[in-house]
């Protein structure tokens, strides 16, 4: 967890907190945003080659969950995310493992620039807009 910024207290920000420790034990460096303009959410940041693999912790309509470009897009271009609920922790951590390892296999191969490229739903994380 190298660049932690906003402490916070909130549910999403100890989802956060916990994310990084599981993932610093699998030896994957983190940053941790939260805090984001008074809203409950917190992102983790996963650096892979320049680019990161952004986890969102933050309130779903079910609840508390964790969630995180899957790589996919639809036909018309939106972003395909993934989900996975905030108390299934270590299936997340699995999960997530597994997309950085496909990330790094994509930066290994010279890809990884052209599929973390913005598309048609992307948004800033601080404004919603």
Request: aromatic share 8%; hydrophobic share 35%.
């Amino acid at each position: 967890m190298s660049g932690q910024r906003h402490a916070a207290s909130s549910r999403t920000h100890r989802m956060a907190i916990d994310l990084c420790r599981k993932l610093a034990k699998l030896h994957i460096e983190t940053e941790l945003y939260t805090d984001v303009e008074g809203v409950d959410v917190a992102m983790v940041a996963v650096p892979v080659d320049g680019v990161s693999l952004s986890v969102w912790c933050e309130k779903g309509p079910v609840g508390y969950r964790f969630k995180w470009w899957s790589g996919d897009t639809t036909d018309i271009g939106l972003k395909v995310w993934t989900y996975c609920h905030a108390n299934a922790l270590e299936k997340a951590v699995s999960r997530i493992h597994q997309r950085y390892r496909e990330l790094q296999g994509m930066s290994q191969s010279g890809l990884l620039k052209l599929a973390c490229a913005p598309v048609s739903n992307e948004k800033d994380f601080r404004t919603g807009r």
